[in-house]
């Protein structure tokens, strides 16, 4: 019996052989298509390519695409587990032709693949086709179909569209009969909702183009679209009715009954069906960067999680079982996407997390409502207050709060609700308009409200397709921002991160049909990311669609010097001490900056090893792993806070590095860190840093600059030519530099005393000084000697000071530098005087003379300095007269 997996890969390798390009299933999250919440078809990732916008290398391709369809328009998830087909999360294969073949080769391609390779029995297939497409028909006649298993369906069951206006064309769809002993009747037939004959492949020929006025054309390019779902040709080929008795899903199911101690069929089979299912859509959905939030694609995520896990609790599960699930998916399907193997751990960690919580939700709220329900009349609703209540306070969500009572066929008054939490939002706007805030940050609350939060991409995507829910300009939303204008961009998606924890916002470009704009920053309020834009050409308008994509070089170098800042502030750590702690950072394109707990500063040695360490663990290149924790638990296993971010219930977890000496969650992880920001994938990715000096940043935190990558080697190579400049002025080789220098600056020092010591013995000789050899006069039994000196530095007055008082033997010394105008000014007095006279009563009398003010020191030896030093003698003479007095 063939696998799901070999069935996989024999249509893949069927389309391979006829000049198809096997293309990569796209994310679940649609890049180029921002009406919808999750790809729920294989012709997602091509839309552009249809409409020939775009260009590929090739006009042929094949993929099994995942596909989602559990929120918006395209939502299977309330039968999932209780009919044969249906879930959240299928496969679907198809081939595709971008205007190269269209009806004569797609039909032949089908017809081949399902009777020859797949070996299915041509008798038991019939087909349909559009009312009015001859061709189609003709062709499934030339084949060998027979006329009375070719059907003709005049509704749009075989007419598809991409939307109201665009491309579209007929299709035919093939379908499987199982046989009389089950009912139904033919696609067409009052009986067609039976299960005697299911629709295995659609194939769509998009051959029109439809316009507003209904009017309808030719496209020039016409193509082919195909769609066969996995989970349907898989139960059909290995003789099955329900899609959950395949091999896939049986190894889901059976391993849910081990994990939940039940049997895998009887009473509890529907649960198992429900966990298998939602097992591979949340898993996927992880993989591909969605998390469990309360809004938009991560409360989708949520929603269906929680669905799973209720079935759990339902079949007797008292502790998380989800995430001892996975490595039974991993083992089924993680050969062909290797996604999953790579994300194993953060969906079982994700998973367990939100289990956890669920769990201790569940069982509480449950209680809660009980004691709610309590209070009221028989049968009456329960008011909208309460439900909010079990919502915002024990995080209780709504539609669990609905499922529980739907039980005791109750309701939730839901216009209640809604009112609640309508008052919740304005108090948050409140709060924020009273934080200090800018009076006209509310706007983004009013957006927020009005058109949800928007939905960020840009963990895994630098390019994405977005629709414009939101423009403002001058701090007023308008309907249009038109060319030299200025303004903000709401796209209902993004790819560009809003500064946030250092990190600073992205830029790049956003274009539309009509006009194209400039990013120049991006920026975070209420969960609304704002893009500051310059209109550039054209006109944006308000609802257009489109295309976002953020400057590649500069999130490169952004990501780069993030991630460095991970490794630099576990080495300072390693370095200095566990005191080390981050009190700010930025994270720029051209630069980094840290700044961190330390009260002293970094000397040569302990710069360079900290460097040294960093740039090893940039050359180990390993993964850069991202998972979702509690902060407690993110904490609990080592985890470093960034300085100044907020934290939610879950936060994201970024590792990198392989330490020798063991520490952290996996015993050797180097750098554990809560952070939001985006990082390179490998940290080799960051290149080379280097480490440009540590300053002060305030009282008791040092600051570190460093550079990375091109930058980084561009500052290397500066440095390189300057000393290559100086080996060459020094007549040297490179590597003698260094030597050179410190030589040359030892005899410069040597050559600063020596001078010195002659400005010394000049002035101890007259020859400094104004007058010649100075004498001491006596003044009331004081010998006082008083000199006005030039050429001589402030610095040196208290050696000369100290000369003097050897050479009087007994007396009272003040002495006047002068340079640039400016005076320098010390007294000294003997021991055996200083009970008469105090130094620096000597020098608090000169100095306001200099323009100065005070002065200080000891009764023996005091400074001072002044502006002026032309009024020198007045000052000597001051000095006199405290002497005299």
């Not at 960034?642 to 994201?652: A, N, P, S, W």
């Not at 400049?725 to 020596?754: F, I, S, T, W, Y």
Request: overall charge negative; glycine content about 10%.
């Amino acid at each position: 019996m063939a696998s799901l997996n070999d069935i996989r890969s024999t249509f893949l390798d069927y389309f391979a052989r006829n000049g198809h390009t096997v293309v990569d299933s796209s994310p679940l999250v649609p890049r180029n298509d921002p009406t919808l919440m999750f790809t729920n078809s294989g012709m997602v990732q091509f839309k552009n390519c249809f409409t020939g916008v775009e260009k590929r290398d090739y006009v042929r391709a094949t993929t099994s695409q995942k596909c989602v369809r559990a929120g918006g328009k395209h939502n299977d998830l309330d039968n999932v587990g209780y009919t044969a087909r249906h879930h959240t999360f299928f496969e679907m294969l198809g081939n595709f032709s971008f205007g190269d073949y269209f009806k004569t080769e797609a039909i032949p391609f089908a017809w081949e693949l399902l009777t020859k390779d797949f070996g299915i029995d041509a008798s038991r297939l019939l087909t349909t086709v559009y009312h009015t497409d001859e061709e189609a028909y003709e062709m499934w006649k030339k084949i060998g179909v027979p006329e009375d298993r070719i059907i003709r369906i005049a509704t749009s069951d075989n007419f598809w569209q991409m939307g109201p206006t665009g491309p579209c064309g007929p299709c035919t769809e093939i379908f499987y009969d199982h046989g009389d002993h089950i009912w139904g009747g033919p696609p067409g037939s009052a009986d067609e909702d039976g299960d005697r004959f299911i629709e295995i492949w659609n194939v769509v020929f998009m051959q029109n183009e439809q316009f507003e006025d209904g009017s309808m054309v030719d496209l020039d390019m016409q193509s082919i679209d195909t769609g066969m779902g996995l989970e349907r040709i898989g139960a059909l080929l290995q003789g099955k009715h329900d899609n959950y008795d395949t091999d896939l899903m049986r190894a889901l199911i059976e391993a849910s009954a081990n994990a939940t101690d039940g049997a895998p069929d009887g009473e509890g089979n529907v649960h198992h069906r429900v966990i298998a299912d939602h097992l591979r859509s949340t898993s996927f959905l992880i993989a591909d960067g969605v998390m469990p939030s309360n809004e938009g694609r991560g409360y989708v995520l949520r929603r269906i999680m929680r669905r799973a896990m209720r079935h759990a609790h339902l079949l007797g599960a008292k502790d998380p079982v989800m995430h001892r699930l996975v490595p039974a998916l991993v083992a089924e399907m993680g050969g062909h996407y290797t996604e999953l193997r790579q994300a194993q751990s953060l969906i079982e960690e994700t998973l367990k997390l939100e289990e956890t919580r669920f769990l201790t939700t569940l069982d509480r709220g449950l209680k809660l409502l009980d004691a709610e329900l309590a209070d009221l009349p028989e049968g009456a609703a329960l008011p909208g207050e309460a439900a909010f209540k079990l919502y915002d306070t024990y995080g209780f969500p709504l539609d669990l709060t609905q499922d529980a009572l739907r039980e005791k066929s109750r309701e939730v008054d839901t216009d209640g609700f809604d009112a609640a939490m309508a008052e919740q939002k304005a108090k948050a706007r409140a709060a924020w308009s009273g934080s200090g805030e800018t009076a006209d940050a509310t706007i983004w609350f009013d957006i927020a409200e009005d058109k949800g939060t928007t939905e960020f991409l840009g963990y895994d995507t630098e390019k994405a397709e977005g629709q414009i829910v939101a423009i403002v300009a001058d701090g007023a939303r308008v309907d249009c921002l038109k060319e030299g204008a200025t303004g903000q961009i709401i796209v209902n998606q993004t790819p560009f991160y809003g500064e946030s924890g250092g990190q600073i916002g992205d830029t790049g470009v956003i274009r539309t049909e009509d006009g194209m704009a400039v990013v120049t920053d991006t920026k975070k309020v209420a969960g609304v990311f704002i893009h500051m834009v310059d209109v550039r050409e054209g006109t944006i308008t308000l609802g257009s669609p489109a295309k976002l994509e953020v400057d590649h070089a500069r999130r490169s170098a952004i990501r780069a010097n993030h991630s460095a800042t991970h490794l630099l502030h576990e080495a300072l750590r390693e370095t200095l001490g566990d005191h080390v702690a981050q009190r700010g950072s930025l994270n720029a394109a051209d630069r980094l900056r840290f700044d961190f707990s330390h009260a002293k500063a970094l000397n040569a040695e302990e710069l360079a090893k900290v460097e040294s360490d960093v740039n090893a663990f940039i050359r180990q290149n390993t993964s850069v792993e991202t998972r979702i924790m509690t902060p407690d638990d993110a904490r609990a296993i080592g985890a470093q806070a960034l300085f100044g971010e907020k934290y939610g219930d879950e936060v994201r977890v970024v590792s990198m590095g392989r330490a020798p000496t063991g520490k952290g969650a996996d015993g050797d992880t180097y750098s554990i860190e809560l952070c939001g920001g985006t990082h390179v994938a490998q940290t080799g990715d960051i290149g080379l840093c280097v480490i440009l000096g540590d300053s002060a940043s305030s009282a008791g935190v040092r600051r570190i600059e460093a550079l990375t990558g091109e930058a980084a080697r561009a500052y290397l190579v500066e440095a390189a030519n300057r000393v290559n400049e100086v080996a060459g002025m020094l007549k040297a080789q490179p590597g003698e530099v260094v030597d050179r220098v410190k030589a040359l600056l030892d005899e410069r020092k040597k050559m600063d005393n020596e001078l010195a010591t002659l400005r010394r013995q000049l002035a101890m000789s007259g020859g400094a000084g104004q007058g010649g050899g100075a004498q001491a006069k006596d003044i009331g039994g004081v010998p006082f000697l008083a000199q006005v000196l030039s050429g001589v530095s402030g610095r040196d007055l208290p050696a000369l000071i100290d000369e003097h008082k050897q050479r009087l033997g007994s007396g009272a010394i003040l002495l006047i530098a002068e340079a640039d105008g400016k005076a320098a000014v010390a007294a000294g007095v003997t021991k055996d005087l200083t009970d008469r006279v105090s130094a620096v009563d000597l020098v608090r009398a000169a100095t306001p003379e200099l323009g100065g003010k005070g002065g200080g020191g000891r009764p023996d030896m005091a400074q001072g300095g002044g502006k002026d030093a032309t009024n020198a003698d007045a000052a000597i003479k001051a000095a006199e007269a405290i002497i005299g007095g």
